[in-house]
């Protein structure tokens, strides 16, 4: 009867370890995720294809890709204009890209 109890406290035991190690490694796995975000993916204005996020060329046709931390702004009216913007939605001038 002993050992019957033991080995459930075991097998529970057991289980809680595994448990606290999944959530432990879920955490660090979100850690590291929030260190080093992964980038989201970036369209080729030219052809579409569908390049790694970081990446500054299109790996299809090699043209050059919009990085996020660089804005488009308009020419005429210095508005912010969205990556894909061939002219300004403000001033109608044409996008320097
Ligand atoms: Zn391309
Ligand atoms: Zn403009």
Redesign the pocket.
């Known amino acids: 009867m002993v050992d019957e109890l033991f080995e459930v406290f075991e097998e529970l035991f057991e289980r809680r370890s595994k448990k606290k190690k999944k959530e432990k490694e879920g955490k660090a796995g979100k850690g590291g995720n929030a260190a080093t975000p992964a980038a989201p993916p970036i369209f080729c204005v030219d052809c579409g294809t569908r390049n790694e996020g970081g990446a500054r060329f299109c790996m299809e046709c090699g043209a050059l890709l919009p990085s996020p931390g660089e804005e488009l702004r308009?020419?005429?009216?210095?508005?912010q204009?969205p990556l894909r913007a061939k002219f300004?939605?403000?001033?109608?001038?044409k996008a320097a890209v």
């Open positions: 308009c020419l005429g009216c210095n508005a204009l300004c939605p403000r001033c109608g001038a």
